[in-house]
C-alpha cells in the first residue's frame, strides 16, 4: 500500500509537471492574425415586430425562432431565395444590414456595407418582398450608396440618406421623392450628424418617422461656418488632401435647425427653436399621438437640457421638462414617452446619482429608484404593465444586474444573480429577453428569459473560449482596491504570471484609460484580445494592472465630476499614487513599473509619465490627446469649458506643457489619417521634447484612422508595443 501511494504521488506529480510543460504559448499570431481569442456570439438576433419570436442569420439562411420554446418557426430568407428572386449575385453572407417592417411583410437588406466614421455608414440596400418573393433595389444603385434605410411605421415607403439629402421610396408605386435637394459636403447635411455630433452626441440618423406615417422629423445642418481640417492620404505621387468639417474646443458649430416633412403634401415645415447659434440639439422625438415633436434643446456648457413639445396643429411649443447639473450632463437615450402623451420615464443624475424618474410634462417629478448606487441603463419599459427594467450597480460597483420595478416605485425586484456582468435585449413587448452574461474570468454566455427572469435556455457558451484558455494557461483576472489617501479607494484588477510565487518581484505594467465616465474595471469580460495580450506578458513574467481613477462612472457625481475644469489633474495623480502604491507590495519590482493606453488612455499614460517623478520607468501612448486644445468642442467643453473661459485647465495638464519632464522611455504611436483624435496631437509634442532635448521613439501608420487596424496593421502594433515592453520594463 506505501509502495502504491509513493507511485500514485509521483504519478501526479509527474503529471501535474506534464499539464504546465504542455500549457500553450500564446503568440501575437495566435491574437491578431488568428483570432484565437475572438469570443463569438449568435449572428443576426434581432426581436421581431410581432409576436415573440426572434431573428438568427446562418451562412445560408435568416430563419425565425420562438422565445418560449427555441423552436424555430421558419427561414424567413434564404440563399435559395434570393436566387430565384431576381438575376442577382447577392448571398446571405453578403447582408451585412437587415430590418423587418412592423407588418413582417417585408426585409431590408444592406450589402457592401462602408464605414464613414464612427456610427456612420452607406451601404446598397434592397427590399425583398415576403409576399410575391421579389427582390429590388432600393434605388439606382449608379447614384450612389444610401445610409439609415427606415420603414415608414405602416412598410409601404423607405427613407434614406444620400449624399446629404433625404429620400422617400413609395413601395408601392416605386417613386421616389427627395425631401431635401440642398445636400452638399462639407455645407449642409439633411438627416444625418455632422462629425461632433456623431462622435460625442452618440447619433448618426436624425430623421424620425411620426407614428403615423404621415411626417418626417429631420436635423439640418449648416456646416458653412465650421473650420475644415485636412487629412493628407499618401498613397499616390501627389498626396490627396481629404477635409472636412472639425470643430475644435472654442470654435463655432453646425447651424442646426428642425424640419417637419408632411409626406402627402410634399411640403416642409421649420419649428422655430429660437437661437442656434451656440446649442445643440442632441434628440428629436414623437409622441404617440403623432401630432407633437419633442425637441431636446441643451447649452453649449452642457449642463442645462430642455425638452420642449412642438405642436403640429398650434405650430407652438412648450417647454416640459428641464434637467441640469452643476457640472456637466450626458445625453442619454434613456427617454421614454408614455401613451397618455403628458408623461415620460427618464434617468437624471439630479440627487448625485443616476436614477429613474416619472416627470409629468411641467409638473411632478417623481424619483422610482434612489440610493447611492448608480441606473446603468433603462432596457424596456413595459407601459401595459406598469414594470421598467433597468441594469444598475446596486449590488456592486463593478456588476451589472437586471432589475424590474414599477411605475410607482414598488416592486424592484432583482433578475439576475448579482455577480456579474449583463446586457439584456427584450423583444417589443417586453415579455422576453437574451441576455449576455459574462464575469472577470467567464467569457460572454447568450441565454433565453422570460419577463420574470426565469432562463429558458443557453444560446451560446463560448465554450471553446473557455477551452483555449485552460490549454493556454490564462491566469485568473483578480480585483483589488488601491488606497491613495483622504479615505479614497480606487477599484482595480491584476493579471498575475500563472506560476505566481509571492516571494518573487515582478515587473508591472499598468494599462489605463480613465476619461470621464469610463469603467474599465468591473466584473466582466472585457477587451477580450487585449485581455489575450496581457495573459501572454503575464506568461513572459509581467504583472498587468488597470485602475480606474477619479473622474470613471459608477461612483457618483461627486467622484466622476471632481474633475470638471481641471481635466487630467485628478486622474494622473491617482494613477501616480496607484504606482506607488503598488511599488509597496513585496512582490512587485518597484524599479520596472510601465503604463500604457490608447486616445484618452494615451493622453494620460503620458501625463502619469511627465508627472510621476521617475515613478514609471516606461509608457507607451497610442492616439493620444497632447493639447486638448486641438479636441472636438462638444467632448472638451463638457469638461473644461471653452479654452476662452477656462485657458489654465487646457493647459496645466497638457503633456506638451510637461515636455521637458520626460525622464522614462516612452513610445508614441498615431495614424496620420486619425479622424478623431489628430495626427497634430503627436506631431506638437514631438516638437516639445524635441525642444526639450528629450530622447524617445516614435511610430506612425499611414493613412490609418484612430483605430489603427487593417490588413497586418493590428499585429505589426502589437508586435511594436510587446518589443518595446520587453526591451524597456
Known amino acids: 500500500m506505501k509502495r502504491f501511494i509513493v507511485c500514485f504521488f509521483l504519478f501526479l506529480s509527474v503529471g501535474v509537471h506534464h499539464i504546465f510543460c504542455q500549457t500553450k504559448e500564446i503568440t501575437l499570431e495566435d491574437i491578431w492574425q488568428k483570432y484565437v481569442f475572438y469570443p463569438t456570439g449568435v ?115 423607405v427613407a434614406f440618406v444620400r449624399n446629404n439629402n433625404i429620400f422617400i421610396k413609395d413601395l408601392k408605386t416605386l417613386q421616389e421623392t427627395a425631401v431635401t435637394t440642398d445636400g452638399k459636403f462639407n455645407h449642409v447635411i439633411n438627416g444625418m450628424a455632422d462629425w461632433v455630433y456623431e462622435e460625442e452626441l452618440d447619433m448618426a440618423q436624425t430623421f424620425q418617422w411620426s407614428p403615423d406615417g404621415k411626417q418626417l422629423a429631420f436635423l439640418r445642418f449648416d456646416e458653412s461656418r465650421v473650420k ?171 456588476n451589472r444586474d437586471l432589475y424590474r420595478i414599477g411605475f410607482n416605485g414598488k416592486g424592484k425586484t432583482m433578475l439576475t444573480n448579482g455577480k456579474g456582468w449583463n446586457t439584456p435585449t427584450f423583444n417589443p413587448n417586453a415579455s422576453y429577453y437574451r441576455n449576455v452574461y459574462s464575469d472577470l474570468n467567464t467569457p460572454p454566455i447568450y441565454t433565453l428569459h422570460d419577463y420574470t427572469g426565469k432562463q429558458l435556455r443557453v444560446l451560446h457558451q463560448n465554450t471553446l473560449y473557455q477551452e483555449r484558455m485552460q490549454a493556454y494557461g490564462f491566469s485568473t483576472k483578480e480585483l483589488f482596491k488601491v488606497p491613495i489617501g483622504n479615505d479614497i479607494e480606487l477599484n482595480a484588477w491584476m493579471i498575475k504570471p500563472k506560476l ?139 469638461f473644461l469649458q471653452t479654452p476662452q473661459e477656462n485657458p489654465q485647465g487646457y493647459d496645466e495638464n497638457s503633456p506638451i506643457t510637461h515636455a521637458a519632464k520626460l525622464n522614462s522611455k516612452y513610445l508614441i504611436v498615431h495614424g496620420t489619417a486619425d479622424d478623431n483624435v489628430h495626427f497634430q496631437n503627436a506631431m506638437d509634442l514631438v516638437n516639445a521634447l524635441n525642444v526639450a532635448g528629450k530622447q524617445y521613439e516614435q511610430f506612425f501608420y499611414p493613412n490609418k484612422n484612430h483605430f489603427i487596424m487593417g490588413g497586418n496593421t493590428r499585429l505589426h502594433l502589437y508586435i511594436k508595443l510587446t518589443d518595446f515592453i520587453l526591451k524597456n520594463l
Not at 53 to 62: Q, R
Not at 511 to 528: H, K, L, T
Not at 615 to 630: E, S
Open 500 to 638: 505566481f510565487d509571492a516571494n518573487k518581484k515582478y515587473p508591472v505594467l499598468m494599462y489605463v484609460y480613465g476619461g470621464p465616465g469610463s469603467q474599465e474595471v468591473s466584473n466582466s469580460f472585457s477587451r477580450s484580445m487585449d485581455f489575450a495580450w496581457y495573459q501572454m506578458l503575464a506568461q513572459k513574467g509581467y504583472i498587468v494592472v488597470c485602475v480606474d481613477n477619479r473622474g470613471t462612472s459608477g461612483r457618483g457625481d461627486t467622484f466622476k465630476k471632481c474633475v470638471y475644469k481641471q481635466m487630467g489633474k485628478y486622474e494622473s495623480e491617482d494613477q501616480i499614487a496607484a504606482a506607488k502604491y503598488l511599488k509597496t507590495l513585496p512582490y512587485v519590482d518597484g524599479e520596472r513599473i510601465g503604463i500604457w493606453g490608447w486616445s484618452f488612455g494615451g493622453y494620460l499614460s503620458t501625463l502619469s509619465m511627465m508627472k510621476g517623478e521617475g515613478i514609471f520607468k516606461m509608457a507607451m501612448a497610442v492616439a493620444p490627446v497632447t493639447n486638448w486644445r486641438y479636441y472636438d468642442n462638444i467632448y472638451t467643453e463638457r
Open 228 to 398: 475644415e481640417f485636412t487629412l493628407t492620404m499618401w498613397s499616390e505621387l501627389y498626396p490627396e488632401a481629404y477635409r472636412y468639417k472639425y470643430p475644435k474646443a472654442g470654435e463655432d458649430n453646425s447651424l442646426v435647425d428642425v424640419y417637419i416633412y408632411d409626406v402627402n403634401n410634399q411640403t416642409k415645415s421649420k419649428v422655430d427653436m429660437g437661437d442656434n447659434g451656440n446649442v445643440y440639439i442632441p434628440r428629436i422625438y414623437w409622441l404617440p399621438n403623432a401630432t407633437e415633436l419633442i425637441v431636446l434643446k441643451m447649452n453649449r456648457h452642457q449642463n442645462l437640457l430642455e425638452f420642449f413639445a412642438y405642436d403640429l396643429n398650434s405650430k407652438e411649443k412648450k417647454l416640459i421638462y428641464t434637467d441640469k447639473n452643476e457640472a456637466w450632463l450626458d445625453v442619454t437615450d434613456e427617454y421614454y414617452f408614455l401613451k397618455d402623451n403628458k408623461s415620460m420615464i427618464v434617468t437624471s443624475e439630479r440627487d448625485g446619482y443616476n436614477h429613474i424618474y416619472k416627470v409629468i410634462f411641467g409638473g411632478k417629478i417623481q424619483a422610482i429608484t434612489k440610493g447611492e448606487w448608480e441606473v446603468a441603463e433603462i432596457c424596456a419599459v413595459d407601459e401595459k404593465n406598469q414594470w421598467i427594467y433597468y441594469l444598475s450597480n446596486e449590488s456592486d460597483v463593478l
Open 43 to 157: 449572428p443576426g438576433f434581432t426581436p421581431m415586430p410581432q409576436g415573440d419570436f426572434y431573428t438568427v442569420k446562418n451562412k445560408d439562411e435568416i430563419a425565425s425562432y420562438s422565445f418560449q420554446t427555441g423552436d424555430k418557426k421558419n427561414t424567413l430568407l434564404s440563399d435559395a431565395d434570393l436566387k430565384n428572386a431576381s438575376n442577382n449575385t447577392i448571398g446571405i453572407s453578403d447582408i451585412q444590414l437587415y430590418q423587418l417592417d412592423n407588418s413582417e411583410q417585408h426585409m431590408l437588406i444592406g450589402t457592401a456595407y462602408e464605414n464613414i466614421y464612427r456610427r456612420s455608414f452607406k451601404a446598397f440596400y434592397y427590399v425583398y418582398n415576403f409576399i410575391d418573393k421579389k427582390l429590388m433595389t432600393l434605388s439606382d444603385t449608379t447614384k450612389g450608396k444610401q445610409s439609415f434605410a427606415e420603414f415608414s411605421p405602416d412598410g409601404s415607403k
